[in-house]
């Protein structure tokens, strides 16, 4: 999966991954030595395998999408934040569970249930 938002050097400038792709390598052919090149540079950067099982940041998506929190050095809503742990994650992990709980107290919450719903809680 490309991850275009993710940030590279390239000729002393930062760029996104999505300028990477579509300014840099407009005129540069599939099996050339300069593709070559760049994929080399910058596959590690721009690219992630998708989690065989998604880390869940919150139970029930009961994500508060508009809080800030401090994230890999920049301030990030936690929906930002629950979408990057469900798309990079797999649950389960040492990475994914300490996150949960780093995020969990500022970014989640108990979704509001009128009567014995869903079916199988007692409260």
Same mark, same amino acid.
């Given at each position: 999966?490309?991850?275009?938002?993710?940030?590279?050097?390239?000729?002393?400038?930062?760029?996104?991954?999505?300028?990477?792709?579509?300014?840099?390598?407009?005129?540069?052919?599939?099996?050339? $030595?300069? #593709?070559?090149?760049?994929?080399?540079?910058?596959?590690?950067?721009?690219?992630?395998?998708?989690? @065989?099982?998604?880390?869940?940041?919150?139970?029930?998506?009961?994500?508060?999408?508009?809080?800030?929190? @401090?994230?890999?050095?920049?301030?990030?809503? #936690?929906?930002?934040?629950?979408?990057?742990?469900?798309?990079?994650?797999?649950?389960?992990?040492?990475?994914? $569970?300490?996150?949960?709980?780093?995020?969990?107290?500022? #970014?989640?919450? @108990?979704?509001?249930?009128?009567?014995?719903?869903?079916?199988?809680?007692? @409260?």
């Amino acid at each position: 999966m490309q991850d275009l938002e993710a940030k590279v050097l390239f000729d002393g400038r930062n760029i996104s991954c999505l300028q990477l792709h579509t300014v840099t390598t407009l005129d540069v052919a599939f099996d050339s $030595d300069d #593709c070559s090149n760049l994929k080399s540079a910058f596959t590690d950067s721009c690219c992630y395998d998708k989690p @065989d099982t998604p880390c869940i940041m919150c139970d029930e998506g009961s994500v508060r999408r508009d809080v800030l929190v @401090d994230f890999n050095g920049e301030t990030q809503t #936690c929906e930002i934040i629950g979408n990057y742990l469900g798309s990079r994650m797999n649950n389960g992990t040492k990475e994914c $569970d300490s996150s949960k709980a780093e995020f969990m107290e500022f #970014c989640c919450f @108990d979704k509001c249930h009128i009567g014995h719903w869903p079916p199988w809680r007692s @409260d």
